[in-house]
């Protein structure tokens, strides 16, 4: 009583259950791909430096937690 066949089988069958890899397939080159991911991250740079300059009374500084005023 070989269990070879089962197996090869159940493999199978997992893997047709298994989603498709996502790979790369972006219709990109491997420079367009660059350019975007370096745009993105400019942007995320500048995100971040404008919220730290403009956005630090926003953010809640030292005393204006939700637990300001407690001991």
Known sequence: MTRGDQRERD?????????A????????????????DAKALQEKAARKAAQATGGADAKGGKGAGKNAGKK
């Open 11 to 19: 493999r199978q069958r997992a893997q047709a259950r298994r989603p």
């Open 21 to 36: 890899a996502k790979g790369r397939d972006d219709g990109l080159t491997p420079e367009q791909r660059r350019e975007r």
